[in-house]
């Protein structure tokens, strides 16, 4: 699979702050997933980017993926105890597997 | 749907005991994944089946893992025998895969495993 980065590993932030976690990778990726997981939880998907470029809006929630297919960012806007979680990157390649990158730990303080 | 469903959702063993987790797909789903996750090591993909064929089990740690699936609508993962640094949460996933591009992998609630 392949890999990639995921920053930050923890994110505290006060309920309405804003949040953004970015995934990078040092090589093209074919498409990136983005899941969240809930404390003593499951990973459920969001979000499936395919396109240079592309940027898909989901509510309060933005994913972008960069132009050059190396890195992309989930952002937050306003964030809400309901956005407690770690959320995390998945790219997938050819294989058909896909291999999850390390997850940003969201705490929102209300 | 029931969505995926594993069992048991907890087991506490000893080590030296086999372990036995069980996971039964989304009805159509063609595609199942077993996935380990640690504090440690995060999410690891240890094994992923397409129509019952085992793809690719580069990520199963070593010889005491096995997994099998006999049928569309079940998979094992066995470990044999168990030790301490087997304790984790041991999820399964299926998804609908067709064509060239993955589609989303849907979870299950997760067996986590502590070996004494």
């Known amino acids: 699979g392949q890999q990639v980065m995921q920053i930050p590993q923890y994110q505290h932030v006060q309920e309405g702050e804003d949040f953004t976690t970015y995934c990078n990778s040092s090589?093209?990726?074919?498409?990136i997933q983005w899941y969240k997981q809930r404390p003593g939880g499951h990973p459920v998907f969001l979000i499936q980017?395919?396109?240079?470029?592309e940027v898909k809006k989901q509510k309060r929630l933005t994913f972008q993926f960069g132009e050059a297919k190396k890195n992309s960012s989930l952002h937050i806007t306003a964030t809400q105890t309901t956005d407690v979680g770690t959320y995390f990157c998945?790219?997938?390649?050819?294989?058909?597997?896909?291999?999850f990158g390390s997850g940003t730990q969201l705490t929102v303080l209300p | 749907d029931a969505g995926v469903i594993q069992s048991p959702r907890h087991e506490v063993t000893e080590m030296g005991q086999e372990v036995t987790l069980r996971c039964k797909p989304i009805?159509?789903?063609?595609?199942l994944f077993w996935y380990r996750q640690t504090m440690m090591r995060g999410l690891e993909l240890l094994i992923y089946?397409?129509?019952?064929?085992?793809?690719?089990d580069s990520g199963m740690p070593e010889d005491r893992f096995s997994a099998k699936m006999p049928n569309a609508s079940f998979s094992t993962l066995k470990i044999q025998p168990s030790e301490p640094r087997d304790s984790a949460v041991y999820f399964c996933?299926?998804?609908?895969?067709?064509?060239?591009?993955?589609?989303?992998?849907?979870f299950g609630s997760g067996t986590q495993l502590s070996v004494l």
């Open positions: 996933a299926s998804s609908p895969t067709s064509g060239g591009t993955n589609e989303k992998l849907f």
């Open positions: 998945a790219p997938s390649g050819s294989a058909r597997q896909l291999t």
């Open positions: 009805s159509g789903h063609n595609s």
């Open positions: 980017l395919v396109k240079s470029g």
């Open positions: 089946f397409n129509n019952n064929v085992p793809i690719d």
């Open positions: 090589t093209t990726l074919s498409n």
